[in-house]
Structure formats: structure tokens, C-alpha cells
């Protein structure tokens, strides 16, 4: 975990082990952790901040983490993919659904028993699996192709996936 604290819009789709994750970081040259990372690389804390508009896929399986930059995602382009996964959620009457997020991102959703919280209504789908598709974009020096992964999730209630859907969407507006 990074000793610097960051911010910004973040929605996570899965579990601690196994999730798929769109960020937009957000630092504050303010701040003593910050000011010290910066230091400790020689920039200025302005300049360790970055413009702050650079999106990013984070991923978790297995144990296993990584993730891959988004240069030129604006933050329409997260949003319009929060907002067809809300639909599909609500649209789904307990059938599978998929929400394709263009080259980088597709996600496959089925419904699966819900996890006993204690909440549940008893009627619909409770609960989504889903199968994330993830191809990185090529590394600038050709290096890396672009290795597709594949994320798997356990079962999520969907109250909380739209909560945590409208808390993002509310963050970018």
C-alpha cells in the first residue's frame, strides 16, 4: 500500500481478493506524505501531483495485483460505463447482461446466490457474478502487447454495487 494518501473518484467491482477497479487518482501537494514522496524523488510537489486527470484500471486476482494507465479517458467515458452497468443491474430481471467498455474493458454479469448479510429481500436477483475482460493498451516501447486478463468476482449484493454506483457517479458530477 502506498504511504501517500490518495484521493479521487474510484468505483471497485468485486471483493479484496478478486476485483477489477477504475480510479482517477487525486493527490494533494499539501500534504506531508506527498511532500515527502516528492522530495524523496527530487520534484517539486506540484510536479509529483501531475495534472490529476489520468485514469486508471486496477486489478486484483489471486493475490496477484496490477494495473494499467487510461491516457485520454475523460471522465464521460467512466460514467456512461457506471451508468449502462446501474441499467443493466436494473434491467436485468435476474438475467445475465454485459456492459462493453470498448478495447480495454468488458464486463460479463450473472446473477449468483446472494451473500448472507442479513438484508436480502427475497425476491429477484440478490446478487451478481461478474467476469471482467481486460486487454492493457500496448506499451508505448512495444515491449508489451497488451497481455489480455481475466477477473473473476464473487458474489456481490447488488444494493451495494448501486450504492457504491451512485457515490461514483456523484463524485464525477
Same mark, same amino acid.
Given at each position: 500500500?502506498s504511504p501517500?494518501?490518495v484521493?479521487?473518484?474510484a468505483l471497485?467491482i468485486g471483493?479484496d481478493t478478486?476485483y477489477?477497479?477504475l480510479?482517477r487518482?487525486e493527490l494533494?501537494p499539501?500534504?506531508?506524505?506527498?511532500r515527502?514522496a516528492?522530495?524523496q524523488a527530487g520534484?517539486?510537489?506540484e510536479?509529483?501531483v501531475?495534472?490529476g486527470?489520468?485514469?486508471a484500471?486496477?486489478?486484483?486476482?489471486?493475490?496477484e495485483?496490477?494495473?494499467?494507465e487510461?491516457? #485520454?479517458?475523460?471522465d464521460?467515458?467512466p460514467a456512461?460505463?457506471?451508468e +449502462? %452497468?446501474?441499467a443493466g443491474l $436494473? *434491467? @436485468?430481471a #435476474?438475467g445475465?447482461?454485459t456492459?462493453?467498455?470498448?478495447s480495454?474493458? +468488458? %464486463?460479463d454479469?450473472?446473477p $449468483? *446466490? @446472494?451473500?448472507?448479510?442479513?438484508?436480502?429481500?427475497?425476491t429477484g436477483?440478490?446478487?451478481?457474478?461478474?467476469?471482467a475482460?481486460?486487454?492493457?493498451p500496448?506499451?508505448?516501447s512495444?515491449?508489451?502487447?497488451?497481455?489480455p486478463?481475466?477477473?473473476e468476482?464473487?458474489?456481490l449484493?447488488?444494493a451495494?454495487?448501486?450504492?457504491?454506483l451512485?457515490?461514483?457517479?456523484?463524485?464525477?458530477?
Amino acid at each position: 500500500m502506498s504511504p501517500v494518501p490518495v484521493g479521487g473518484p474510484a468505483l471497485f467491482i468485486g471483493t479484496d481478493t478478486d476485483y477489477v477497479a477504475l480510479v482517477r487518482p487525486e493527490l494533494d501537494p499539501a500534504d506531508p506524505g506527498v511532500r515527502q514522496a516528492a522530495e524523496q524523488a527530487g520534484v517539486t510537489p506540484e510536479e509529483f501531483v501531475g495534472a490529476g486527470d489520468t485514469w486508471a484500471v486496477l486489478i486484483e486476482h489471486d493475490g496477484e495485483g496490477g494495473g494499467f494507465e487510461l491516457p #485520454g479517458v475523460r471522465d464521460a467515458e467512466p460514467a456512461d460505463f457506471a451508468e +449502462r %452497468l446501474r441499467a443493466g443491474l $436494473a *434491467a @436485468a430481471a #435476474g438475467g445475465p447482461f454485459t456492459v462493453d467498455g470498448g478495447s480495454l474493458l +468488458r %464486463l460479463d454479469a450473472r446473477p $449468483a *446466490a @446472494a451473500p448472507d448479510t442479513g438484508g436480502g429481500t427475497g425476491t429477484g436477483t440478490d446478487a451478481y457474478v461478474f467476469t471482467a475482460h481486460l486487454t492493457p493498451p500496448e506499451d508505448p516501447s512495444g515491449d508489451d502487447a497488451g497481455t489480455p486478463l481475466t477477473v473473476e468476482t464473487g458474489p456481490l449484493p447488488v444494493a451495494a454495487l448501486l450504492a457504491d454506483l451512485d457515490a461514483f457517479l456523484g463524485s464525477l458530477a
